[in-house]
Each structure stands twice: as structure tokens, then as C-alpha cells.
Antibody
Framework: EVQLVESGGGLVQPGGSLRLSCAASEFTVRTNYMSWVRQAPGKGLEWVSV???????YYADSVKGRFTISRDNSKNTLYLQMNSLRVEDTAVYYCAREGRGELGAFDIWGQGTMVTVSS | DIQMTQSPSSLSASVGDRVTITCRASQTISIYLNWYQQKPGRAPKLLIY???TLQSGVPSRFSGSGSGTDFTLTISSLQPEDFATYYCQQSYTTPRTFGQGTKVEIK
């Protein structure tokens, strides 16, 4: 079954770091555009970052310079390294695949992992 | 960045009603417009991509239309399982951006 499974969320203090993982099954992360999308409690969806198949990366202004997206091709896994965390980074973080035939729509989503930034 | 504006923010409807949600982009995005359904505690689910193409497995009561800057999601006959929050999203350019969501509630 084609799926994404996130892990790595948890409680962290402001200024701390956390690394999220997103393991893919039945497709290859390296050859797809992969994004992180987050959702603060009770709020809407916010795109965070993307890594393209050529390795180029882009970030939302709200996380630029603090978050780093990467992938491990041998493990078929996507990552999000989050540094200098702020209270406003508290959210459920989803990884998602952009479907090739779907003009960039997010056709596969993980179940989400909760990140809570609080002292 | 392209801003996506949905209306209404919420609506109340009854089973069997026809429901329409609109989404407007701050600049033209051709047909690079997608619709998602999200239920509480669940990940979003892709319903429609490229403005009007139904994702595999999605019931035919869902339809999408529009191009350029103005788009519409229509549910022809609302079913109990359709009560959820709906988001539009543009995939024309990076950063990808979402509308603020439309919550469809039971009247």
C-alpha cells in the first residue's frame, strides 16, 4: 500500500530542536516532490517546505533559516529538522507527496505527528 | 505569494442539500487548483485536482469547476459523511498556499 508514516513529534521547550521523519512505502521519495504541511490547533493548513526530485528545497518565510528539509534515499525517508523552535510552531505536522499526474496536488498524506513547543 | 480566499468560512446544511464553496486566487493560477476534505483528527484527503478532475475513489456527487482566479467546489447532494472542513490549494507556484477552509456543519 502506498503510504507515508511520520514520527518524531513531541514536547520541546522554546529554542529547542526536533527532527521529524516520514517513511514512505510503495513509492520512491527521491523521484517525487515531497512537502511538509502543518496545522496549528484549531487552525487551517499551512505549507512549510518542499524538496524537489532534483534536490532543490524551498521554505515558507515563517520557518526559513530555522527548518531544514532533507531525504535519505537509502531509507526512502523524508526529514524535517526544526531548530530554534517557537511557541507558534506548535502544530500537527504532515508529510505529503505531490502527485505527478495531479498537477502538483498532494495525493498522499501521512497521519501527522504533533509538535508542542512550550515551557 | 498567491493568496487563496474561500467563502463562506462556514455553512450549515441538511442532508440532501446542494452545497457550493468558492475559492478565489489573488492572481491567475490556470487550473492548478485542488480541493481537500478534512475530518477532525484526520489528515486531509484529496478530492479534486486540476480544478475539475475527481480523484480516484471520490464519489461523483463532488465536482469542481473554474479556471484563472475563480473556482467552485459543489456537492450535489450532501451526505452525512460529507460534514467536514474543505480546503482549496494552489499548486501553480511555490510557496503552495491554502484557503482558510470552509466548515460544513449539520443544520
Amino acid at each position: 500500500e502506498v503510504q507515508l508514516v511520520e514520527s518524531g513529534g513531541g514536547l520541546v521547550q522554546p529554542g529547542g530542536s526536533l527532527r521529524l521523519s516520514c517513511a514512505a512505502s510503495e513509492f520512491t521519495v527521491r523521484t517525487n516532490y515531497m512537502s511538509w504541511v502543518r496545522q496549528a490547533p484549531g487552525k487551517g493548513l499551512e505549507w512549510v517546505s518542499v524538496i524537489y526530485s532534483d534536490g532543490s528545497t524551498y521554505y515558507a518565510d515563517s520557518v526559513k533559516g530555522r527548518f531544514t528539509i532533507s531525504r535519505d534515499n537509502s531509507k526512502n525517508t523524508l526529514y524535517l529538522q526544526m531548530n530554534s523552535l517557537r511557541v507558534e510552531d506548535t502544530a500537527v505536522y504532515y508529510c505529503a507527496r505531490e502527485g505527478r499526474g495531479e498537477l502538483g496536488a498532494f495525493d498522499i498524506w501521512g497521519q501527522g505527528t504533533m509538535v508542542t513547543v512550550s515551557s | 505569494d498567491i493568496q487563496m480566499t474561500q467563502s463562506p468560512s462556514s455553512l450549515s446544511a441538511s442532508v440532501g442539500d446542494r452545497v457550493t464553496i468558492t475559492c478565489r486566487a489573488s492572481q491567475t493560477i490556470s487550473i492548478y487548483l485542488n480541493w481537500y476534505q478534512q475530518k477532525p483528527g484526520r489528515a486531509p484527503k484529496l478530492l479534486i485536482y486540476a480544478a475539475s478532475t475527481l480523484q480516484s475513489g471520490v464519489p461523483s456527487r463532488f465536482s469542481g469547476s473554474g479556471s484563472g482566479t475563480d473556482f467552485t467546489l459543489t456537492i450535489s447532494s450532501l451526505q452525512p459523511e460529507d460534514f467536514a472542513t474543505y480546503y482549496c490549494q494552489q499548486s501553480y507556484t511555490t510557496p503552495r498556499t491554502f484557503g482558510q477552509g470552509t466548515k460544513v456543519e449539520i443544520k
